[in-house]
Every structure is written in structure tokens, then in C-alpha cells.
């Protein structure tokens, strides 16, 4: 059944850190960090944006589809699990209009990253990269996050009826 009308979502997502593990955000490694502690590639971003387009369409979270507890996401490719949750949107009849992401860490600075996150979300959800907004924060010191401990993503989206 078709959507009628656009649709708001919102997700989030933290991990902590883990050495020895490569930081996968939004599809791109960032060097000289250490990764985050997930079942999957620990790609928070597009767990995040994942939950949002989900919630957005009324189709349940990130853990009803792709379950820590399953072996086949073992490891996963978080960008295989964004196509297949567009996949699932426009199934119900929706796609994409916009996305805003604001990944909250102290350390890495994202900025010379941005354009790359941008273009690697744009390019599985087969949008314009104009159709995506990535921010990075901090958390000015505060909490776990702002102890570097890890990082927290909010992600809100816009779907629009096919």
C-alpha cells in the first residue's frame, strides 16, 4: 500500500570505541581512530539514518530487520543494510526527499570527511548528494562522548510518496 503523504522519521544510534577496529561512518573509513564496538562494521551513521527512514515509513527499527542476533549481519556492511532498508521503503510505496545526520564526538573531526559521507549515503539511496546533510558536533566535554569514550548520531528524514 502506497504512502500518501510525506513522512517524518527520526534515529539514533551510539557505540562505543574499540581498537582495533577500523571507524566506518556513513560508508567511509576515518583513519586514526579507532573503530566502534557493533556486530555489524559499527557504521552508527547509517544505523541511525537506517531508523529514521524505518520509523518514517511505520516499518519498525533497525533491530527487527537486521538483528545483532542473527549470524548473517555478523560483520555487515552497514551501506548493504542502508539499500536494502531503501529497498523496503520503496516497497511501501516512498523514497527518499531529504536526510540531516549530526554525528556528536569529540574526536574525529569530521569536516574534511563531510563531502565524502555525503556522496558515499547519496550514492546507495540514489539521491543527489545535495539531498544530504551531515553535521559534526561535540559535546563540549560532557558525558561519555564528550570523554571520547564514543559517539552518538541523531539522523531525522523526509520520505516522499512515489
Known amino acids: 500500500m502506497a504512502a500518501a503523504v510525506p513522512r517524518i522519521g527520526f534515529g539514533y544510534d551510539s557505540h562505543v570505541f574499540e581498537e582495533g577496529r577500523p571507524l566506518v ?38 533491530g527487527a530487520h537486521f538483528p545483532d542476533t542473527d549470524a548473517r549481519w555478523k560483520g555487515a556492511d552497514s551501506r548493504d543494510l542502508l539499500a536494502r532498508t531503501a529497498a523496503l521503503v520503496e516497497k511501501a510505496g516512498l523514497r527518499l526527499g531529504n536526510a540531516d545526520v549530526t554525528v556528536i564526538c569529540q574526536k574525529p573531526r569530521l569536516r574534511p570527511f563531510i563531502d565524502a559521507i555525503r556522496e558515499s549515503l547519496a550514492a546507495v539511496l540514489r539521491v543527489e548528494p545535495s539531498a544530504i546533510s551531515v553535521k559534526g558536533k561535540t559535546n563540549e566535554g560532557m558525558d561519555a562522548v564528550g570523554r571520547s569514550e564514543g559517539l552518538a548520531v541523531h539522523a531525522a528524514v523526509l520520505l516522499l510518496p512515489l
Open 25 to 62: 561512518l556513513g560508508g567511509v573509513a576515518i583513519p586514526g581512530c579507532a573503530g566502534l564496538k557493533a556486530h555489524s562494521d559499527g557504521d552508527a551513521l547509517i544505523h541511525a539514518l537506517i531508523d529514521a527512514m524505518l520509523g518514517a515509513a511505520a516499518l519498525g527499527d533497525i
